[in-house]
């Protein structure tokens, strides 16, 4: 629960001191009036991920070599 809240709340502009202002549902959640659909990707086990969105959204997850990554940077 506290992934989705804290979604909604990044996406809000808002702080902490508001989460229990978010109200959840099964698939979104509501701020201010403002309707959040809530996507759930699976990034690792025991890892919990929530991403709040205002409009219609996809989301894919894919895994990288993150030194590879980094190398790049350089």
């Known amino acids: 629960l506290w992934t989705a809240k804290e979604a909604v709340l990044k996406a809000a502009g808002a702080g902490v001191a508001q ?4 109200m959840l549902e099964v698939d979104s959640a509501l701020l201010w009036g403002v309707r ?4 759930r990707p699976f990034v690792a086990t025991d ?18 070599d993150a030194a590879s990554i980094l190398d790049a940077l350089d």
């Not at 989460?19 to 978010?22: D, F, K, T, Y």
């Not at 959040?36 to 996507?39: A, K, Q, V």
């Open 19 to 22: 989460a229990g202002e978010v």
């Open 47 to 64: 890892c919990s991920c929530t991403v709040a969105a205002t409009r219609p959204a996809r989301l894919s997850v894919r895994e990288v």
């Open 36 to 39: 959040y659909s809530l996507l």
